[in-house]
């Protein structure tokens, strides 16, 4: 068995039970046991849904802190472009950079040049007429995670680049082994995340190659902190390396597309929205289209789970930014893409959905799966502690709950074992029946007969003295 | 005869394309519980889907089976008229008579049935004009 990491996680003390969690998850990966919500690590994409819908704040994204920076002596901090949307316009791209440095940062490395750098490799890979279509975007995590373990056939689909945070990071390492000729495991390159998946992809990439990157940094952490010395040190704004709007647009749904001037685009975010889409693509029904941009979060990163504000603002304050971009730069100039630089590693398949290693008892418990559905409710309340009636019967088969657990079927049981106690109590051994006429017993019992036919059919007026 | 490990049935109604891709889809989801090679639950899901979208776009209504044994899955639609005059000539590549804004929308575009049997591992047809069609796909896991 792989073992995973994963940046989602729960803090127990402050966890419910509640089902909010388990009813938000795209993979179904979480269920209620023993009060606690419990991540299954195989099903869990870290989109962080469950982390947006937790009303206790029970779910967190483990990320690293400031503070550990500290183990390089060497720091360069990649910030998403997502990040500008956290500030008001009068806040320039410059300031936020800046302010930076003055959290501790030797260097600041704009991610939104990665995202330039995969705009013109996408640009070309769409010349090839042999190229799978649609091609599917393969810069969010969380959607590259969901195609491994619930469209695996749609792998040879998705774009062969790495993330732009991945390729800027290469590039940090690059120049600074070029530059300083110094052993790179004294650089420490961290991103500063909107996202749980983006850690996630760094501590166990997607593929087969190792990350760049040495730590993700979450924007929600630092915020306040950033915030405090921009504002404090207006003036000490230095020139850091920033990319034009072009790669900036990737932080919202349809910046990438626009970016790469890919006119036949289909554009989808909010993970289950973007699983609806996949199934269309799996059917074959999307053919005609050349491109997919796919981001898990609602509105792209700026939605991010790890975001500060609320993300219409967000959007809002990046499409003005944008807006100024084009206007100063309508069609600005990107750095050509070398081949070693975006490749990424192989993704292989990490399918969720069967139930067994063996054909003949997979079909066994899929034919099991079926019929106890049928007995379950369909309410889908989730107060088992699995998502769905259909979740419940797949933990039955698999042995990981009971029929009981169902509050229906266990009301059901009770209300069968009450009639079985009353029929028992009716009942006298033949010395204590003193009453000449049994008749009376008979008919008490014929009426209780007749009592439950109607509401059960009438199938088992046996079931209830035996 | 050799008893299926697993059967499901699904009713189509001609005309209802809110309900279509929804037995195709089942099919799917339940051939990935079984474990079946994506590479395979796709030409599965796809030769499914077109045959579904066939019944719903012209024919008077029919059913859909699909047959899930340890090493195949078949798939059986029939339907209830019109028919097909010439299967040799539907057959081909491109062909249809589906009109032009119904090929506009993405369907008709004549590449169902070939689309079918170029994923299916067996694959037959049987039409009489007035009275139906049947489709028999087999697709080796």
Request: with cysteine; glycine share 8%; hydrophobic share 40%.
């Amino acid at each position: 068995m792989i073992e995973y990491f994963h940046s989602v996680r729960l803090i127990s003390e402050r966890c419910k039970g509640c089902v909010s969690c388990i009813k938000r998850c795209p993979t179904e990966a979480i269920r209620i046991r023993g009060g606690k919500a419990k991540i299954t690590e195989s099903r869990c994409i870290d989109c962080g849904e469950c982390i947006r819908y937790c009303p206790n704040r029970a779910k967190t994204a483990v990320t690293d802190s400031l503070a550990d920076i500290k183990r390089y002596p060497h720091n360069v901090a990649l910030p998403a472009p997502s990040l500008y949307s956290q500030f008001e316009a009068q806040v320039t791209v410059d300031a936020i950079l800046c302010g930076l440095l003055s959290l501790g940062f030797d260097e600041v490395f704009d991610v939104a040049v990665g995202a330039e750098v995969v705009t013109t490799a996408i640009r070309e890979l769409l010349q090839h007429k042999q190229v799978k279509r649609p091609l599917i975007s393969s810069a969010c995590p969380a959607v590259v995670r969901l195609i491994q373990v619930k469209f695996p056939e749609l792998i040879d689909h998705l774009v062969p680049f790495e993330a732009p945070v991945e390729i800027a990071a290469r590039m940090v390492r690059e120049e600074y082994a070029r530059r300083t000729g110094r052993p790179q495991d004294e650089l420490g390159v961290w991103f500063i995340t909107p996202c749980p998946a983006k850690l996630t992809a760094i501590r166990q990439p997607l593929g087969d190659l190792p990350s760049n990157i040495s730590g993700a940094i979450s924007i929600a952490d630092i915020f306040g902190e950033l915030r405090r010395v921009i504002l404090q040190k207006p003036a000490a704004v230095a020139k850091c390396r920033r990319a034009s709007w072009a790669g900036m647009g990737w932080a919202v749904a349809g910046g990438e597309t626009e970016a790469a001037g890919v006119l036949n685009t289909l554009v989808v975010h909010e993970i289950h929205s973007i699983s609806n889409v996949l199934e269309q693509v799996a059917m074959g029904k999307l053919k005609d289209i050349d491109y997919v941009e796919a981001l898990a979060c609602a509105g792209g990163c700026i939605g991010g789970p790890l975001m500060v504000e609320n993300r219409f603002v967000a959007e809002h304050r990046m499409r003005n930014r944008l807006a100024v971009g084009k206007r100063l730069q309508p069609q600005p100039e990107l750095p050509l893409a070398p081949e070693d630089l975006v490749q990424r590693g192989t993704l292989e398949p990490r399918p969720i959905m069967r139930l067994d290693e063996d054909i003949s008892k997979a079909l066994y418990k899929v034919e099991q799966m079926e019929r106890t559905l049928e007995r379950l409710p369909g309410l889908d309340c989730g107060s088992c502690g699995s998502p769905t009636c259909k979740a419940l019967a797949e933990d039955i088969v698999q042995g990981q709950a009971s029929e009981m657990d169902c509050i229906f079927k266990l009301r059901e049981r009770v209300h069968e074992l009450a009639k079985e106690m009353m029929g028992l109590a009716e009942k006298l051994p033949p010395s204590l029946d003193k009453k000449e006429k049994k008749g009376a017993i008979r008919d008490g019992k014929s009426k209780r007969v007749a009592g439950t036919s109607g509401r059960r059919g009438g199938s088992d007026d046996s079931g209830g003295g035996a | 005869m050799e008893q299926p490990a697993l059967a499901m049935e699904f009713h189509l109604t001609a005309g209802d394309f809110n309900g279509a891709g929804d037995a195709s889809g089942k099919i799917k989801r339940t051939l990935q519980q079984v474990g079946v090679k994506a590479e395979v639950i796709r030409r599965i899901a796809i030769s499914a889907y077109e045959a579904e979208m066939n019944v719903i776009i012209h024919s008077l209504g029919g059913d859909i089976r699909a047959k899930v044994y340890p090493d195949r899955t078949e798939i059986e639609v029939k339907d209830s008229g019109p028919g097909i005059a010439d299967v040799d000539q539907a057959m081909q590549e491109g062909y249809s008579t589906a009109p032009d804004h119904i090929r506009e929308m993405g369907f008709g575009a004549g590449m169902g049935l070939p689309n079918m049997s170029r994923c299916a591992d067996r694959f037959s047809i049987e039409s009489k004009v007035g009275e139906g069609t049947t489709l028999r796909i087999i697709i080796n896991h």
